[in-house]
């Protein structure tokens, strides 16, 4: 591509960025297709011929954008809605320009220095102490796996040369949760080789939040089994309701039992930017690792995922191997090569969209916009609250209301499951509004998320409309 196409298409592009953002609202937010469907519409060979832009842009409006899930519809509230927002997207198509590939410091000296420098402002932001070195990853899932990873280093002798199979002096090995914690623990624990049974779950109280007696509890009986007790995340702001364990508890376990302590704060870590907010987070000063995700409420398009860790030596030391080609001076300067903290050799120049999001925001302007998201959800769940055909059932901390139609008109309790079911998928079915659902003590859940930067309290109020609606034409 030459650089006058390169200068037209792009120009193009922009063009047609700037009007999806501003009027991501015309197009339905599920997308009317079924399985299939795209990849019929697509021929199965890649050509021989190189084609023209024009006629790829022209299959992307055709093919792709009536197939996309819209993220960034305001009626989105399924799962945990997310913004891509503006200096996000361009920082992203100045880092694919770019292409930087920061695995040693001198392969991106600017790359690797600013994941430092912008992750040392999150971080202060968050009132976390500089104890804390944060490196990106792309995903929480990621983090906590190398956090688990670390804590498995650090707890088992000579691992990283032994491994753990046939050896006499490995028992079994458990990591802790609570029933609510994220399935990326799980699947961290599979990975490294504890086995399923190696993650215990500890029962939670009737807001969701685990039980700090409990897991003092279970760690002592499995100490008297003969288990060797490794780690224990701690969530605060869990996936389907976003309770809050108590960190400070838990943490004080940790200290005296000697685990390493994970907290999972994927969601709600942002919202300690809030002073108001910052009380909940109390203990997880004392953590060894915390995870946070700018790509799920900081406006940051994804990937970002912001690993946080007192402890960086031992995520270095579990991972950290130079084979000769990569050997550098700088490596015995002091620098940091990001190749050496996890599992990946060569990573992406993701810190200029996090320090493009903070700057254009600042500090204030993310403050407003997260406090503007839990606003509107707390209005939402007073709407839920007062309503006799409605009933809430979490608490809502942050910007989550899970909760359920159970209409005075009196549909049995078993049948409200399907009654629910089938009242979301005809919110949903209108394409203007997105909710997800979970399950709580067995009951099929609506849930309600906010965290776009073009949702107003208007398509909060659509939502409710369309709820209520519904089971009023019923
Ligand atoms: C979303 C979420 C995750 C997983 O996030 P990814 O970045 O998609 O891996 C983990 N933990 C919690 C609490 C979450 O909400």
Known sequence: MDPADFRRHGHALVEWIADYLANAERYPVLPKVQPGDVRRMLPA???????????????????LVPALTHWNHP??????????????????FLSAALNQQAMLWRTSPAATELEE????????????????????????????????????????????ELGMAG???????RVYCSEHAHSSVD???????????????????????????????????????????????????????????????????????????????AYAGVTAIIPEYRGRFDGWQDADSIVVNPHKWLFTPF????????????????FSLVPDYLVSAEGSRGVHNLMDTGVQLGRRFRSLKLWMVLRHFGADGIRTAIAEHIRLAQLFSSWVDADPDFERLAPVPFSVVCFRAKPRSGVPEAELDAFNERLLEAVNGTGEVFLSHTRLNGMFVLRLAVGHL?????????????????????
Do not use: N
């Not at 832009?53 to 299959?59: H, P, Q």
């Open 45 to 63: 060979e890649a050509p021989e011929r190189g084609e023209s832009f024009e006629s790829t842009i022209a299959d992307f409006e055709r093919v």
């Open 75 to 92: 009626g989105f509230f399924g799962y945990f809605a997310i913004t891509a927002s503006g200096p996000g997207v361009l920082a992203e």
């Open 117 to 160: 420098v912008s992750l040392g402002w999150l971080r202060s932001l968050m009132g976390l102490p500089d104890s804390f070195e944060g490196v990106i990853y792309d995903t929480a899932s990621i983090s906590t796996l190398h956090a688990l990873a670390a804590a498995r280093e650090q707890a088992i002798p000579r691992v990283r």
């Open 167 to 173: 050896r006499s002096d490995v028992g079994p090995m």
């Open 187 to 265: 699947k961290a624990v599979l990975l490294l080789g504890l086995g399923h049974r190696g993650l215990r779950k500890i029962p939670v109280d009737d807001e969701f939040r685990m039980q700090p007696s409990a897991l003092a509890d279970a760690i002592r009986e499995d100490r008297e089994a003969g288990i060797t007790p490794l780690a224990v995340v701690a969530t605060v702001g869990t996936t389907s309701t976003t309770s809050l364990d108590p960190v400070r508890p838990i943490s004080d376990i940790c200290q005296r039992e000697g685990l390493w302590l994970h907290v999972d704060a």
């Open 303 to 318: 990937d970002l995922s912001a690993f946080y860790c007192r402890r960086m030596d031992i995520v270095r030391r579990t």
């Open 454 to 474: 073009r949702t107003t309290e208007q398509h909060v109020a659509r939502a409710w409309g369309l709820l209520r609606q519904d089971i009023t034409s019923h």
